[in-house]
Structures are given as structure tokens and as C-alpha cells.
């Protein structure tokens, strides 16, 4: 089977450097890690050189900024703090990107309980989905009238993880987004294992009535199994926005019978007999959300791959054109792909 060929151009550079497979050595302490690797990715999605994300407000715990300010004081990883409680001072960020909507924003807010606070996991995540986010202080974040509580790991709990490095570890970063802003996922890896990984798109061939269309999966969670969990295409679920409606949404593909094909022991598990090639599944969104039920769209440029191969592992082996990060497979830039 050939390749497929690609919907979007994509970017792999940000701030005149690239910005997939980037290391950060253990700095020893996992919340220095951890705030590191978090004020990394948000340079890398506000440095890319086509329609990036733009940081519309921020709190580094002592100023609060207000919205469209468009000051980013998350300035240097000491900027970047964490509360026990959601009503005690702590940063936030609001991100937009046009590309997706005119007002598409997300909201990290650095909320942990216990140790999640001292280690710099904790973290709620909010989309705003056409909206955006107003209000905010340095002990309350801001809030949007359309705002999806639950985009993390698809639960309602309030407060999660936004990653799982646990522990003082050296991590390996990814960043990639389309040139028109539709596209944007991001992920990274400690020691072999997945840590976190999310996605905020456009989807495309959309239902008829669907405005401002938006996928968004933050895969991080409140346990390791989250994140290992992303071996299986049943832990894809995001969160998308129709009707005025906020709705659980997963990722799907053909099945074999009663099992979804890259769990299939008899095609899924293994290589094509005719011509050796892995499967490659085009990804269609669906939900079983009250008043917004149904097949919506489909994703641009990710597909679900094998349960059986590896993270890390490339297609083709040889040029590395896209890589399989737990079931899905992704663009990628041609270069080396590390896991620590």
C-alpha cells in the first residue's frame, strides 16, 4: 500500500529552531521538569512562522492579566505555579488560534491537589470553542460562556493531571502544526513511556449545522493508565461543541467484525500478506452525547496504526515520513525520533 498523501503542509520548526524530538535533560526536581517541558511547548506553539497560537492573557500568580492584553507572563519557568485549591493564587494562560476559530481559546489553569501541586502536574484544561474567555485573577481563572470543563482524558473530573512525568526525568518534546492554524497536536515522552499527548483541529467534511467545528483531546489524566492507555484507540475521546452543546467525541475507524481493526489479531495485529505494509485508518468523529449523537466529520492527516507497533516506530523505516505515537500515526519531519 502507498503512503498516503498529505492534506496540510506542515510546520516542524518554531522560533527559527525545530521543535519535534527536542530534549530536555533532568533538571532535579519534577516540578523544574515539568516547568520546563509545559513553558516549552507554549513557546513552540507561539513561535511557529504561519498563523501561531497567540497568548490573549496570563497570570504568573502575582499580575493577572486581562483579556486581549496579549501579555505573556510566562516569561521565565519560575513564572509558572501551582495551587492546592482553585481559589488559591496560582498561573493560568489563555491561548488562541484563529486557525481553527475566530475566537478558538484554551485555558490552562495550574491547579494540583497535594503532591500534583508540588510536582507541577496538576493542571484543568478549558475550550472555549467560539467564546473565548473573559474575567480571571490571580486566584480565580478565566471563564468562557461556551467552555468545555472536560477536555482532559475525556473525564469531568475538575482537577487532573496536564502530564505525567512523575518523576525527575530527562523528557523528549514534539510540537507540529499546520501552516493555515487548523492543526495543532502535541506530546512527550520520559524514559520509553508517553506522558501526554494532545490535539486541538478542525475537523473536515463536517455534518451540514456544525459552526465553528473543533476536536480537542488532552490525553494526560490522573494515572499512568491514561497515558499507557493510548494504546488503544478507546482512550481517544475528546471534546468538541454543537447546538450549544458540549459533547464527548471519539475518534473511530472500520472494524472486523465486532473489533475495531488495530486490535484485529487476523489484519490489524499484523503486516498486509500481499504487500508487507501495516495498516494506516483514516479517522472519523463520532458521539454518543445527548442532542448532538452522530457521525460529525473526520481528522486531516492522522491515522490509527497497529496496536502492535511500537511508539516511535517510523513509516517507511528508512525515511521516517510519519511516526507512530501509541495508536496513532502522525506527520513527521524525516529526522530521528527518541523516546528519553
Known sequence: MALPALAKTWQFVSNGT?????????????????????????????????????VRYSCNTTTAGTAGDGVDRWATDADLAWATTTSGARSWIVLRQTGIATNFEVCLDLVGAGTDSTNGLGGQLFVS??????????????????????????SGVAVLRWSQLTADLA??????????????RFWFYAAGVLRGFYMFDKPTNIVTGWTN?????????????????????????????????NGAMAMGCETAGTVIFPSD????????????????????????????????????????GSNTIPDGDTYPLATTDFVQVGSLILPWNGGPVNLA
Open 18 to 54: 525545530s521543535c519535534v524530538n527536542q530534549p530536555i535533560a533532568s533538571l532535579g526536581s519534577i516540578i523544574a521538569d515539568n516547568r520546563r517541558l509545559l513553558r516549552s511547548i507554549k513557546n513552540a506553539l507561539t513561535g511557529f512562522a504561519s498563523n501561531p497560537w497567540t
Open 129 to 154: 470553542a467560539s467564546a473565548g474567555f473573559t474575567g480571571g485573577t490571580t486566584t480565580a481563572r478565566p471563564t468562557a460562556t461556551d467552555e468545555s470543563a472536560q477536555a482532559l482524558s475525556g
Open 171 to 184: 523528557t523528549r518534546w514534539s510540537v507540529m502544526q499546520s501552516s493555515d492554524g487548523a492543526c495543532t
Open 213 to 245: 467545528p473543533s476536536y480537542a483531546l488532552a490525553a494526560a489524566g490522573t494515572s499512568t493508565a491514561a497515558t499507557a492507555g493510548l494504546a488503544n484507540v478507546a482512550a481517544y475521546v475528546g471534546r468538541f461543541r454543537a447546538l450549544g452543546i
Open 265 to 304: 489479531a487476523n489484519a490489524g495485529a499484523v503486516p498486509n500478506d500481499i504487500d508487507g505494509s501495516w495498516p494506516m485508518l483514516p479517522i472519523g468523529l463520532s458521539s454518543s452525547s445527548v442532542g448532538v449523537k452522530g457521525r460529525h466529520g473526520t481528522l486531516a492527516d492522522i491515522w490509527l
